[in-house]
């Protein structure tokens, strides 16, 4: 199993980026699929969720309203659109997927870096 995403790099404070994170090696139709962020010295969070089927989203209230994710099951590839950037937001960015309605997050994606600058 392999989740490639790309799509980071460096934007001013209140620009946009893309996310991609393509999957491989497994059923992406089964899967739920997330994004997660880790900042330099601080613990990995949660930012969006979105089910197997599309159907349900999830994001943490930091970026409510900023971030939308979203899955192309026929490209096997799931998206995290992020508008309104703040400084606050300068991570490595990680994708993972668990089963459909799992608890756990079974595979996890190299990282992609994003950086916001005032």
């Known amino acids: 199993v392999q989740l490639q995403a790309s799509g980071g790099g460096l934007v001013q404070a209140g620009g946009s980026l893309r996310l991609s994170c393509a999957a491989s090696?497994?059923?992406?139709?089964?899967?739920?699929m997330g994004w997660f962020r880790q900042a330099s010295g601080k613990e990995r969070e949660f930012q969006a969720l979105?089910?197997?089927?599309?159907?349900?989203?999830l994001y943490a209230d930091s970026v409510k309203g900023r971030f939308t994710i979203s899955r192309e099951n026929a490209k096997n590839t799931v998206y995290l659109q992020m508008n309104s950037l703040k400084p606050e937001d300068t991570a490595a960015y990680y994708c993972?997927?668990?089963?459909?309605?799992?608890?756990?997050?079974?595979?996890w994606g190299q990282g992609t870096q994003v950086t916001v600058s005032s």
């Open positions: 993972a997927a668990r089963r459909a309605r799992g608890r756990e997050y079974a595979y």
């Open positions: 090696g497994l059923p992406f139709g089964y899967y739920d």
């Open positions: 979105i089910m197997w089927d599309g159907g349900s989203t």
